[in-house]
């Protein structure tokens, strides 16, 4: 399996990190992974906000993650991962593949 680059974009709200992360996708031409916009698109289909759909949405990130990352290609996430979990799903999951 070909190893890709991971860019992890995490930080308060409103600090610049999701300008940054586009900034830097741009430049080489990854996609950017931004956690907010899946969330948002889960309440588009009517499940409300919770503390379960802010998780499904870092999962979903991932997911999509992984799969680029097996591809061999770069990838960048965009989250706040204000939470140990979230934190941790960036640094063991997707960085060492594990499922």
């Given at each position: 399996m070909?190893?890709?680059?991971?860019?992890?974009?995490?930080?308060?709200?409103?600090?610049?990190?999701?300008?940054?992360?586009d900034a830097v996708g741009?430049?080489?031409g990854a996609p950017?992974?931004?956690?907010?916009?899946?969330e948002a698109a889960i309440w588009r289909c009517g499940i409300p906000p919770s503390f379960e759909?802010?998780?499904?949405?870092?999962?979903?990130?991932a997911v999509l993650a992984e799969h680029q990352l097996a591809l061999g290609l770069k990838v960048i996430t965009d989250s706040v991962s204000s939470l140990?979990?979230?934190r941790n799903m960036w640094s063991l999951r997707v960085f060492v593949g594990n499922r």
């Amino acid at each position: 399996m070909m190893s890709g680059v991971l860019v992890v974009m995490s930080g308060l709200p409103g600090a610049g990190k999701s300008a940054i992360a586009d900034a830097v996708g741009r430049e080489i031409g990854a996609p950017v992974l931004s956690v907010d916009p899946v969330e948002a698109a889960i309440w588009r289909c009517g499940i409300p906000p919770s503390f379960e759909t802010g998780v499904a949405a870092y999962e979903v990130a991932a997911v999509l993650a992984e799969h680029q990352l097996a591809l061999g290609l770069k990838v960048i996430t965009d989250s706040v991962s204000s939470l140990e979990v979230a934190r941790n799903m960036w640094s063991l999951r997707v960085f060492v593949g594990n499922r």
